[in-house]
């Protein structure tokens, strides 16, 4: 991509109306603009990042045996009036009403909706395990949106809903997503702490929500220092990590018979990228989903559901990883991996190392943003840090004579003289 081109209206000055660090930058490096209050269009840039983000969502729910499908935004009321949430469920939810006067809502969630699909489509016990799941736009009319995404009105969901006969198939479930979602935070760079949490809205009483520890995070974090050790291995041992203390400021009680004393408990704040529930029958008892067990008596079944806030994590990671100048994207949801700075556009020499190196670059598959306008080099440099590629390759007059590139690394910031083989070389190309 040619920068000269690209829509990328980053800002200047710093956005008044942003309070914490991941929302100024989204708006200074052109990824989001308001549309309405907690209603954001993403831009090219943060569309981008968002959609990387959601594949690696993706590809690890379907790496746990999760499978795809895709319900709509829109519901019916009706099978809200089925579960009794629709009148439980508040303020929060979105209704209107169609031209034939049917009662409508934005889905907030989707565990009815799932529950009539597979009440309608699943018939036998032989069916099961089942674990569905969507990335679809969810619309909650919070009473206090603010942080940008992190706390939005209309906000990206990947909602998981899973199906067993009994209890240990369930757990089995809950523990796949469990780990699904370890491996999911941590290669988005991103360490995100299991705690034991409040089911709220949803119900249940097995449920974990998943905090990427943050200042600016909206929830208190409690937890045992022998916790981290554990919830950074890949795959965990459920019933071993549940004997450690480690809950969200609903929950703290120091009174607690596993609370550990103040020297061996970490208190932070921390940012909620993931919330997973088992709620047994709460829906299927509901809804009447029920199949025929092993010996044709119909059995109710067993589910959970299993949330992650993509467009939230847009923040959260932005949160994790900036500084003063700019933001600093681990590789894994870089917009682009490298940006090219060419500090004398219009100088043949400089024109003929960048353009070259964007071939080939381009050539290999590698994602490269070109700063191929006319401009001054601070403007560059100072774009370059905001937008925040995790390298950046720059070449000027003076280096191009003797046939080098300066080669920086965002997060480190080191930089190095090389030949433009040898920087290419470095970047995969
Ligand atoms: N049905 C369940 C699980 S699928 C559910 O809705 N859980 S939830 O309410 O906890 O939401 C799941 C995740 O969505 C949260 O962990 C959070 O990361 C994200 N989320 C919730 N509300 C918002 C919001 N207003 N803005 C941005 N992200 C949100």
Same mark, same amino acid.
């Given at each position: 991509?040619?920068?000269?081109?690209?829509?990328?209206?980053?800002?200047?000055?710093?956005?008044?109306?942003?309070?914490?660090?991941?929302?100024?930058?989204?708006?200074?490096?052109?990824?989001?603009?308001?549309?309405?209050?907690?209603?954001?269009?993403?831009?090219?840039?943060?569309?981008?990042?968002?959609?990387?983000?959601?594949?690696?969502?993706?590809?690890?729910?379907?790496?746990?045996?999760?499978?795809?499908?895709?319900?709509?935004?829109?519901?019916?009321?009706?099978?809200?009036?089925?579960?009794?949430?629709?009148?439980?469920?508040?303020?929060?939810?979105?209704?209107?009403?169609?031209?034939?006067?049917?009662?409508?809502?934005?889905?907030?969630?989707?565990?009815?909706?799932?529950?009539?699909?597979?009440?309608?489509?699943?018939?036998?016990?032989?069916?099961?395990?089942?674990?569905?799941? @969507?990335?679809?736009?969810?619309?909650?009319?919070?009473?206090?949106? #603010?942080?940008? $995404?992190? !706390? &939005?009105? %209309?906000?990206?969901?990947?909602?998981?809903?899973?199906?067993?006969?009994?209890?240990?198939?369930?757990?089995?479930?809950?523990?796949?997503?469990?780990?699904?979602?370890?491996?999911?935070?941590?290669?988005?760079?991103?360490?995100?702490?299991?705690?034991?949490?409040?089911?709220?809205?949803?119900?249940?009483?097995?449920?974990?929500?998943?905090?990427?520890?943050?200042?600016?995070?909206?929830?208190?974090?409690?937890?045992?220092?022998?916790?981290?050790?554990?919830?950074?291995?890949?795959?965990?041992?459920?019933?071993?990590?549940?004997?450690?203390?480690?809950?969200?400021?609903?929950? @703290?009680?120091?009174?607690?018979?596993?609370?550990?004393?103040?020297? #061996?408990?970490? $208190?932070? !704040? &921390?940012? %909620?990228?993931?919330?997973?529930?088992?709620?047994?029958?709460?829906?299927?008892?509901?809804?009447?989903?029920?199949?025929?067990?092993?010996?044709?008596?119909?059995?109710?079944?067993?589910?959970?559901?299993?949330?992650?806030?993509?467009?939230?994590?847009?923040?959260?990671?932005?949160?994790?990883?900036?500084?003063?100048?700019?933001?600093?994207?681990?590789?894994?949801?870089?917009?682009?991996?490298?940006?090219?700075?060419?500090?004398?556009?219009?100088?043949?020499?400089?024109?003929?190392?960048?353009?070259?190196?964007?071939?080939?670059?381009?050539?290999?598959?590698?994602?490269?943003?070109?700063?191929?306008?006319?401009?001054?080099?601070?403007?560059?440099?100072?774009?370059?840090?905001?937008? &925040?590629?995790?390298?950046?390759?720059?070449?000027?007059?003076?280096?191009?004579?003797?046939?080098?590139?300066?080669?920086?690394?965002?997060?480190?910031?080191?930089?190095?003289?090389?030949?433009?083989?040898?920087?290419?070389?470095?970047?995969?190309?």
């Amino acid at each position: 991509m040619r920068l000269s081109s690209y829509f990328l209206p980053t800002l200047k000055e710093i956005p008044a109306e942003a309070q914490i660090a991941s929302h100024r930058l989204m708006l200074r490096a052109g990824m989001i603009r308001q549309s309405a209050s907690g209603i954001y269009t993403w831009l090219p840039m943060g569309w981008r990042v968002l959609r990387k983000i959601e594949q690696i969502v993706r590809e690890e729910q379907d790496a746990a045996g999760a499978q795809e499908l895709l319900m709509p935004t829109i519901q019916s009321a009706e099978i809200w009036r089925e579960s009794g949430r629709y009148d439980a469920y508040g303020k929060e939810m979105l209704r209107f009403t169609d031209r034939h006067d049917r009662e409508m809502l934005y889905g907030p969630t989707n565990e009815e909706l799932i529950t009539q699909i597979f009440r309608d489509n699943v018939k036998s016990y032989r069916e099961l395990p089942r674990i569905l799941y @969507h990335i679809q736009w969810k619309f909650r009319d919070e009473v206090r949106p #603010r942080f940008g $995404v992190m !706390r &939005g009105r %209309e906000f990206l969901m990947k909602d998981s809903y899973s199906f067993d006969l009994d209890y240990e198939g369930a757990k089995r479930s809950y523990t796949a997503m469990f780990n699904a979602y370890l491996r999911t935070f941590k290669r988005m760079g991103l360490t995100a702490v299991p705690m034991a949490a409040d089911s709220g809205a949803i119900g249940g009483n097995l449920t974990h929500e998943f905090h990427v520890l943050a200042e600016t995070g909206e929830s208190g974090v409690y937890y045992d220092v022998a916790y981290d050790e554990l919830a950074a291995k890949d795959a965990i041992d459920l019933d071993a990590l549940s004997t450690l203390y480690a809950v969200t400021d609903e929950k @703290h009680s120091p009174d607690a018979p596993n609370c550990p004393p103040p020297d #061996r408990l970490k $208190v932070a !704040r &921390g940012i %909620e990228v993931g919330h997973i529930f088992y709620f047994g029958t709460k829906y299927s008892e509901a809804m009447g989903a029920r199949v025929a067990g092993p010996d044709g008596t119909p059995v109710t079944v067993e589910m959970g559901s299993y949330g992650i806030g993509v467009s939230r994590l847009v923040g959260a990671i932005i949160e994790a990883y900036h500084d003063d100048r700019g933001i600093k994207w681990p590789e894994a949801v870089a917009p682009f991996k490298v940006g090219i700075v060419n500090l004398k556009t219009g100088d043949a020499a400089c024109d003929t190392v960048c353009e070259d190196a964007y071939a080939k670059l381009s050539a290999a598959g590698i994602e490269v943003l070109y700063d191929d306008r006319d401009e001054r080099a601070g403007v560059k440099f100072a774009d370059m840090d905001l937008i &925040g590629l995790p390298w950046q390759l720059v070449a000027g007059p003076k280096g191009v004579a003797q046939g080098l590139v300066e080669l920086k690394n965002r997060h480190t910031g080191e930089k190095q003289e090389l030949s433009v083989e040898s920087a290419l070389a470095r970047l995969g190309a």
